[in-house]
């Protein structure tokens, strides 16, 4: 499934992606994770340009290899292979007992997901 990149026209900023696929077309996050399906490309990129940017804001859960648990965080750093996450509390504060920063290569449903 090829993505093809939708870019804010004004600066040229990456806001996600959109790809199609045998159920139609997905809303993709810069990193890849899907968070929204759509019958047609239009409505994929609508999505991309008014929600890809502010979802990266958003709660989201990481899995923990070393402890095998998921853990709620919030994004530090966002690429299109990895994603910095910061670990937090369920309200989405840093607690200083149980602080952790993790860096996620080439996330996936199975080790990144938004809360």
């Known amino acids: 499934m090829a993505k093809e990149p939708i870019v ?3 600066d040229n ?3 996600g ?15 890849g994770y899907v968070f929204a399906r759509e019958t047609d490309r239009a409505a994929a990129e609508r999505a991309v340009r008014d929600e890809g940017l502010s979802i990266l804001a958003g709660m989201c859960q990481y899995y923990d290899k070393d402890d095998r648990a998921w853990h709620p965080c919030k994004l530090k750093e966002v690429y299109e292979t990895r994603v910095v996450v910061i670990r937090t509390n369920a309200m989405g504060y840093e607690d200083p007992d149980d602080y952790k920063q993790v860096t996620i290569v080439n996330p996936s449903e199975t080790t990144l997901v938004q809360s």
């Not at 790809?19 to 990193?31: E, K, L, M, N, S």
């Open 8 to 10: 804010r026209e004004d």
């Open 17 to 31: 992606f959109v790809a199609q696929d045998t159920a139609g077309w997905t809303a993709q996050t810069i990193f």
């Open 13 to 15: 900023e990456l806001l």
